[in-house]
């Protein structure tokens, strides 16, 4: 990505320790870790969900008189080092790559989660989007800090609104609609819907038509429902795979529109069902679904 001179995806969310991803720094030295070993502890941190940034390894730790919990793997990280070697009267630093395993610090015996400061929601309810939602009757869970669909449990997993920041791109409201909007595009998908072929690997031609077709499902359904959905920093990073795929076969963005554009029929017509059960469920008297 980094090669191909694309921008790395950013989310419209914060980490669900309350704050920003903040830099990784050694949990007994205070030293920030640099270079390519930032990306490599944020996206252990992000899948394994540590609510830390804190890291170092296990002797470190045990210095400090901190044990790592048995059967805890470490995350290999790099660093260079110098070799010195004489040829003759001179001296040869030779640099090489040493690896090395850290810990984080939520993997020790004992670890006590930071506190989360509680703060309200800079989401804005939108009651006509959330009928349009809660009409699709889509199993949509709230927690953790990722955003996606589960094509194998038939679900969708949301950070929670708190979350959700505003940026110069667009509002907190917006981002979570438009992202929530995004994964009930991929729900479209499953084979007791649409039925589209899912990528199971970024970068793969169908993965990055997958990708289209759910964000432009989620730029349909903004328009539709009034939410403003501007240009996102990580939609550079998809358009690179788009245009790779233009150039592979010029119909697939005609394709993606016309794949999209069925997925929001899909959701249409599960507004139709939605209002009928309520006035059914309104006749005899039973609580609004």
């Known amino acids: 990505m980094v ?10 969310w914060e980490g669900g320790n309350g704050s920003p991803f903040s830099l990784p720094r050694n949990g007994t030295t205070g030293n920030r870790y640099n270079g390519f070993n930032i990306p490599i502890l944020w996206d252990a941190a992000d899948k394994k969900g540590y609510q830390t940034h804190n890291w170092a390894s296990y002797k470190q730790w045990a210095e400090q008189g901190k044990q790592v919990r048995r059967g805890e793997k470490g995350t290999q990280i790099g660093y260079y080092n110098t070799l010195i070697k004489e040829d003759g009267d001179d001296e040869k630093k030779i640099p090489f790559l040493r690896v090395s395993s850290v810990f984080n610090e939520q993997q020790l015996e004992g670890f006590k989660p930071p506190q989360i400061i509680e703060r309200p929601s800079l989401v804005e309810r939108l009651d006509n989007v959330e009928q349009f939602i809660g009409n699709i009757g889509a199993d949509i869970r709230y927690g953790g800090e990722r955003a996606f669909y589960s094509i194998t449990g038939d679900y969708i997993q949301m950070p929670p609104k708190v979350l959700f920041i505003s940026s110069k791109h667009q509002t907190a409201t917006e981002g979570f609609y438009s992202t929530e909007l995004h994964e009930l595009g991929h729900l479209t998908g499953h084979k007791s819907r649409c039925d589209r072929q899912f990528g199971k690997r970024f ?14 499902c989620s730029a349909i359904c903004c328009a539709e429902l009034g939410i403003t959905d501007g240009p996102q920093p990580h939609h550079a990073d998809y358009l690179a795979n788009w245009m790779e795929m233009g150039r592979l076969d010029s119909t697939m963005f005609m394709k ?8 929001f029929a899909w959701m249409e017509m599960q507004q139709t069902k939605g209002e009928m059960l309520n006035t059914i469920s309104k006749a005899v008297g039973g609580p609004r679904l």
């Open 3 to 12: 090669q191909s001179g694309r921008p790395p995806w950013r989310q419209p």
């Open 203 to 216: 970068g793969s031609e169908a993965y990055a038509f997958e990708e289209l077709v759910a964000e432009n």
């Open 256 to 263: 993606a529109w016309s794949e999209a554009s069925k997925a």
